[in-house]
C-alpha cells in the first residue's frame, strides 16, 4: 500500500512538473533594451530597462510576485528583495498579460547602493492562470549590465541656474515608453528613445520658471535664452522652420508625426562628437539656430535659443547622449561636469555626475 501511494505521487509531481515546465515555456520575457546599462547617481547606481512579457497560452495570466537576487562576479548571492501585487508601481489592482499579448513591465528594482555590484541578476516572475481551477508556476530570466562611461565631456547646455523639470528617474515620462502601445508600434518604434533624457527649465534664485501664470511664452524664464554646445562635435542635423507652439492657443499637430516621426522634435540639432556619441538638443525656439550642418562646433559655443517647438506642452530644452542619429537609437547615461547643485542657499560643486526630475543646478564652466 505505501509503495503504490509513493510511486503515485511521484507520477503525480512528475505530471505537474511537465506542466508547469510546458505552460512556463509558452511565457517569453526579454529585456529591453538588449544591453543593460549601469548609472552612476548620487544616491548610488540604477537600472533603466523594462520587460517584455509575452503571454503565449491560452489563459489570462496574473503577475503575482518577482523576486531578484543579485550575485558577484564571482556568483556569491548579495542581495535578494521580492515586489507582490500592484506591480505597475503606479497603479492600484493587479498585473495581467492577456492572452496572445505582449505587455511591458517596468523593472521596479532598479536603485542599488553604490557599494552592490551588480554583475549577474536573476529575476524570477510568478504567474497564475485567472480562470477557474488556473495553474501557478514561475520563469526565470538574468541579465548581465554593465558600466556605461560616456566618451564625452559634457557640460550643462545652459547658464545660470537651472531646474531638471524632468529627468529620467523611475516615475518621469522619459523612463515610460510602452512599446506595446500600438501607436508607438505604428510608429515603428521599437525602443525607448527617450530613455536618458532631460529636461532643463531656466530658474530664478527663487526657483520660479516663469513670471506671473506663465500663461505666454515670454512669461517663462527660458524663453529666447541662449542654448549651449554641451560638447565639441560636427553638427549632424538641424531642423529650424519650425513654428513654436503658443501657450493657451495653438500647441503640437500628433498627427504631424506620422507624416515625419521627428516631428516630435520640432527645431533640433544633433552633434556629432566623433565617438560613437550624439548629442540631440531639442523644442528650439523657431530660426535661432545659428550653425549648419558640417559646422565644427566648440564646448559652450551658443548655438541656439530656448523654444517651446514640437511635442513640447512648456519652455524647456531637452536633452539627451545618444548612440545614433535615428530615433530608434540607444540613449545613454550623461554625466555633467563643472556644476553646482543647489540646495536652498547652499550648494554641493559637483566634479561629474547625473541629475534626478526636481533638482536645482548651475554650470561653472567658464567661471
Known amino acids: 500500500m505505501r509503495f503504490s501511494f509513493v510511486v503515485y505521487l511521484s507520477l503525480f509531481l512528475l505530471h505537474i512538473s511537465n ?17 543593460i546599462l549601469i548609472e552612476k547617481t548620487k544616491n548610488g547606481q540604477e537600472l533603466n530597462f523594462d520587460f517584455l512579457l509575452e503571454n503565449k497560452t491560452e489563459s489570462n495570466l496574473e503577475l503575482t510576485k518577482i523576486n531578484v537576487s543579485v550575485f558577484d562576479k564571482n556568483g556569491n548571492l548579495i542581495v535578494q528583495k521580492s515586489a507582490w501585487s500592484g506591480l505597475e508601481a503606479t497603479l492600484p489592482g493587479s498585473f495581467i498579460v492577456e492572452v496572445k499579448k505582449t505587455k511591458l513591465l517596468f523593472n521596479l528594482f532598479y536603485s542599488f547602493h553604490s557599494s552592490i555590484e551588480l554583475s549577474r541578476l536573476k529575476y524570477e516572475f510568478f504567474f497564475s492562470e485567472t480562470k477557474e481551477g488556473g495553474k501557478s508556476f514561475s520563469v526565470e530570466t538574468t541579465i548581465s549590465p554593465i558600466f556605461y562611461q560616456p566618451k564625452t565631456n559634457l557640460i550643462l547646455p545652459l547658464r545660470g541656474r537651472i531646474l531638471v523639470y524632468e529627468g529620467h528617474d523611475f516615475y518621469a515620462h522619459h523612463r515610460r515608453v510602452d512599446l506595446t502601445n500600438e501607436v508607438v508600434a505604428q510608429l515603428g518604434v521599437k525602443t525607448n528613445p527617450t530613455r536618458y533624457g ?42 529650424n522652420t519650425v513654428d513654436d507652439n503658443i501657450l493657451g492657443q495653438k500647441m503640437f499637430d500628433f498627427r504631424l508625426v506620422f507624416q515625419d516621426i521627428k516631428a516630435f522634435y520640432g527645431n533640433y540639432i544633433i552633434i556629432d562628437h566623433q565617438n560613437g556619441e550624439y548629442s540631440l538638443l531639442l523644442h528650439l525656439k523657431k530660426g535661432s539656430i545659428t550653425v549648419k550642418v558640417g559646422d565644427r562646433i566648440k564646448q559652450g559655443q551658443p548655438i541656439a535659443q530656448m523654444g517651446i517647438s514640437g511635442d513640447s506642452e512648456y519652455v524647456h530644452l531637452h536633452y539627451q547622449l545618444q548612440n545614433a542619429i535615428e530615433i530608434n537609437n540607444e540613449t545613454l547615461p550623461s554625466y555633467f561636469s563643472r556644476f553646482r547643485w543647489w540646495h536652498g542657499k547652499t550648494f554641493s560643486l559637483i566634479k561629474s555626475g547625473a541629475m534626478e526630475t526636481g533638482d536645482f543646478v548651475e554650470s561653472v564652466f567658464g567661471k
Do not use: H, M
Not at 21 to 34: N, V
Not at 198 to 220: H, L, M, T
Open 198 to 239: 532631460y529636461d532643463f527649465s531656466v530658474a530664478d534664485e527663487n526657483g520660479s520658471i516663469f513670471r506671473r501664470r506663465g500663461e505666454r511664452n515670454e512669461d517663462w524664464l527660458g524663453f529666447g535664452k541662449p542654448i549651449l554646445a554641451p560638447a565639441g562635435g560636427v553638427v549632424k542635423e538641424i531642423r
Open 19 to 35: 506542466v508547469i515546465c510546458q505552460t512556463s515555456a509558452q511565457i517569453t520575457i526579454r529585456s529591453t533594451p538588449k544591453q
